[in-house]
């Protein structure tokens, strides 16, 4: 990779999946490149593709057929151990559904990616400590899950996925379970990461949330319909 910049370089990949007798399509030759510090929106209408090119971004699929180049290192062909290895050490999630463990407090589940990266116990207290400062819930530290709003726990899942400092966040549907006025405290933070030099991917179908980015990339039938970048 010839562009120190470059954190993502998607080369030609097609998704095909086997259903039954018949092969169906997810995607159909897609190239992209993201680089450090993009906010980048992917929209388009429910089958286009969008979830099948977040998961094989996320290391949870592998393409059918291309390259997927991750900070210069080609996960396409990974085995799987290996593929968790790259989402643990170089990824962060942001899920509609916030994904948190329920009978973990807010610390403790901001510390589940540290955990598994043997980061030593006083180190990890420390980073998550100042994680759920920076996305405003420190004065909520012991509370479980069920004793937030939906958009605490999304603050939750935010500062767990920045855990690693990865080279890239992947957010899908992030506001989709929240109300109007939680929603846009979401955006707002993910404004500040990226104002902050973080490398943000999110999934939507909201005009408005597509806004807050710098990018658009549209799909529609598995393939490419708009960027805005080219």
């Known amino acids: 990779m010839s562009d120190d910049n470059t954190i993502v370089r998607l080369e030609e990949i097609t998704r095909t999946y086997q259903m039954g007798a018949v092969s169906v399509s997810a995607l159909r030759g897609i ?3 993201f680089r450090a510090g993009e906010y980048i929106a992917i929209m388009g209408p429910s089958g286009c593709g969008k979830s099948t090119l977040l ?3 996320g290391c949870l699929d592998r393409p059918s ?3 997927y180049y991750l900070g210069g290192l080609d996960v396409s062909q990974l085995k799987d151990d290996e593929l968790s290895a790259i989402r643990g050490a170089r990824i962060g999630f942001v899920f509609q559904s916030y994904n948190l463990i329920q009978q973990l407090s807010v610390l403790e589940n901001i510390e589940v990616p540290l955990y598994y990266q043997g980061v030593p116990e006083k180190q990890s207290r420390e980073r998550a400590r100042y994680l759920a400062e920076l996305v405003g819930l420190g004065e909520r530290l012991d509370h479980k899950p069920n004793e937030l709003s939906g958009g605490q726990q999304q ?3 935010i500062a767990r996925a ?3 400092d990865p080279l890239i966040i992947l957010a899908d549907e992030p506001t989709g379970n929240l109300d109007t006025a939680s929603g846009k405290e979401i955006l707002a933070i993910f ?3 990226h104002a902050q ?3 943000l991917v ?3 179908h909201s005009d408005e949330v597509a806004e807050r980015a710098q990018r658009v990339v549209r799909l529609r039938d598995g393939k490419i319909e708009y960027d805005s970048e080219t």
């Open 31 to 33: 190239s992209l490149v």
């Open 55 to 57: 998961n094989i971004l």
């Open 65 to 67: 057929t291309g390259r």
């Open 155 to 157: 603050r939750v899942a």
């Open 162 to 164: 920045l855990a690693n």
């Open 191 to 193: 404004g500040d990461l």
């Open 197 to 199: 030099g973080k490398t």
């Open 202 to 204: 999110l999934v939507t």
